[in-house]
């Protein structure tokens, strides 16, 4: 019976692992898309914004916003601000990822640590059972 709560054990702490890892996996493959969208973001905005100034210098731009659609309520701003929403929200999911790791990191740690020490008991009691058994003949 000990034996097999060693195997039972070790077999679903196998499995956690596995997901541990495929987490882990998906936590840096995200990261990785999230940190060049946010560079490719970030230079086309800085190239834009920066278009934009040298088209004014050159009195390529008209000097009013244009008016809003005839469905809009409230203030229309435009489209400025767009870029910096876009980043954030991206910013804010790299965060995100980044919580999961984490969190992914602590709860393997914790697992293996109580595996570890379930393991210790059991072989333990094994140990104890055996001792028994070799007194008793």
Request: a negative charge; hydrophobic letters at 30%.
């Amino acid at each position: 019976e000990n034996a097999k709560a060693q195997a039972d054990e070790t077999e679903a702490r196998r499995e956690e692992n596995q997901a541990y890892q495929e987490v882990i996996a998906n936590c840096m493959s995200a990261k990785a898309i999230l940190e060049r969208a946010i560079s490719a973001l970030s230079q086309y905005y800085k190239a834009a914004a920066k278009k934009a100034a040298e088209d004014e210098e050159l009195g390529f731009v008209q000097r009013q916003d244009p008016a809003p659609p005839a469905t809009w309520e409230g203030e229309y701003t435009g489209q400025s601000s767009t870029g910096k929403k876009v980043i954030g929200m991206l910013e804010d999911l790299l965060a995100e990822t980044g919580k999961e790791a984490d969190t992914a990191h602590g709860d393997e740690s914790t697992a293996q640590g109580e595996y570890e020490d379930s393991m210790v008991e059991l072989k333990d009691a094994e140990k104890q059972t055996k001792e028994d058994l070799a007194k008793n003949k």
